[in-house]
């Protein structure tokens, strides 16, 4: 994503910026207990689910007439799964800054999940440079990094 640079109240410029995960990061409580199937069991449901919807429509007698809005919901029911998905991607936040005159370098990163929560996170963040100087606050999910 796009990096905003804001100017702090101490005079320090900090750059903000957003990015997607498209894997989860490994952390040293998840590490030793993360089971994920990958992507051969996805790919094996898919298939099976595609396979089981043309069965559906290959023996479906002549006669049969399906009415428009079951298509609906069947894409419907089909497509919650992988759009939730992505909407829930989790999002790595990062405030860092080159430091001042008198200030150090600072680098502050954290993650947040869903794309309008990312977003209304960066606004906090900016709001609270250019009020504070800081990009952290109580209920933050932004921590620094040395």
């Known amino acids: ?9 101490d005079g320090r410029m900090w750059s903000v910026r957003r990015n997607i995960e498209w894997s989860l990061p490994a952390t040293g409580d998840d590490f030793e207990h993360d089971v994920d199937g990958g992507r051969g069991a996805a790919v094996l449901i898919l298939s099976a689910l595609f396979v089981f919807w043309l069965i559906l429509v290959v023996w479906r007698p002549a006669g049969v007439h399906i009415p428009w809005y079951l298509y609906v919901v069947a894409f419907a029911v089909v497509a919650f799964f992988p759009i939730r998905w992505f909407l829930r991607r989790p999002w790595t936040i990062v405030a860092e800054t080159a430091g001042g005159y008198d200030l150090p370098a600072e680098r502050w990163t954290g993650l947040v999940r869903g794309g309008s929560k990312a977003k209304e996170e960066i606004r906090i963040i900016i709001r609270r440079i250019r009020t504070q100087g800081t990009p952290g606050h109580a209920d933050s999910p932004l921590q620094p990094v040395n």
């Open 1 to 9: 994503m796009a990096t905003r640079t804001v100017a702090g109240v």
